[in-house]
T-cell receptor, first 112, second 116 residues
Framework: GNSVTQMEGPVTLSEEAFLTINCTYT??????LFWYVQYPGEGLQLLLK?????DKGSNKGFEATYRKETTSFHLEKGSVQVSDSAVYFC???????????FGAGTRLTVKP | EPEVTQTPSHQVTQMGQEVILRCVPI?????FYWYRQILGQKVEFLVS????????KSEIFDDQFSVERPDGSNFTLKIRSTKLEDSAMYFC??????????????FGPGTRLTVL
């Protein structure tokens, strides 16, 4: 079936460190891939997305590249800030299908 | 920037009681969704709604659940007789409803339901 597996947390980094949160997927057809972020006390916010293989989504210094050959969509940021502390969810959306499949979420804490 | 809103932010209820969770989707969106997240677990799809009817639902969305668009702005999730295991964060989402492709879904802040 269609599913997403992401790196378990929690992840704790110092400010300005490099971040990678791994995400791999299993899907039939041609899914679109998303990263959502949930800041403390808030809902899920779309961070970035990619709709086809080799697309790179980017926003707020975060990037993720849709790699069909490795079925991955790893989230990266070159220099994290304290304000990036949140839970990050990788998600998969299927063509003409409404139910998004989410990973378990990875909690990131950035310390000053 | 338009956003999805949900009320209440936290609902506490007794087992067996009915609850209604409310959502106001983004105004020009056509598809509406409910998801839930049990504490420490994945976000799970419950149901999608389009053109005043359910378009898809998951195995979780059994007869105790129902959804309604009572007017032009609200979208509600009703749980008829709550169980302890219904305790979760419930997220509403909406999307534009583009023909073909994958629609980007925009989520509300969630309602935390606690069943005692």
């Amino acid at each position: 079936g269609n599913s997403v597996t992401q790196m378990e947390g929690p992840v704790t980094l110092s400010e300005e460190a490099f971040l990678t949160i791994n995400c791999t997927y299993t899907a039939t057809g041609y899914p679109s891939l998303f990263w959502y972020v949930q800041y403390p006390g808030e809902g899920l916010q779309l961070l970035l997305k990619a709709t086809k293989a080799d697309d790179k989504g980017s926003n707020k210094g975060f990037e993720a590249t849709y790699r069909k050959e490795t079925t991955s969509f790893h989230l990266e940021k070159g220099s994290v800030q304290v304000s990036d502390s949140a839970v990050y969810f990788c998600a998969l959306g299927r063509y003409n299908n409404n139910d998004m499949r989410f990973g378990a979420g990875t909690r990131l804490t950035v310390k000053p | 920037e338009p956003e999805v809103t949900q009320t209440p932010s936290h609902q506490v209820t007794q087992m067996g009681q009915e609850v209604i969770l409310r959502c106001v989707p983004i105004s020009n969106h056509l598809y509406f969704y409910w998801y839930r997240q049990i504490l420490g677990q994945k976000v799970e799809f419950l149901v999608s709604f389009y053109n005043n009817e359910i378009s898809e639902k998951s195995e979780i969305f059994d007869d105790q659940f129902s959804v309604e668009r009572p007017d032009g702005s609200n979208f509600t999730l009703k749980i008829r007789s709550t169980k302890l295991e219904d305790s979760a964060m419930y997220f509403c989402a909406s999307s534009e409803g583009r023909a073909g492709g994958v629609d980007t879904q925009y989520f509300g802040p969630g309602t935390r339901l606690t069943v005692l």
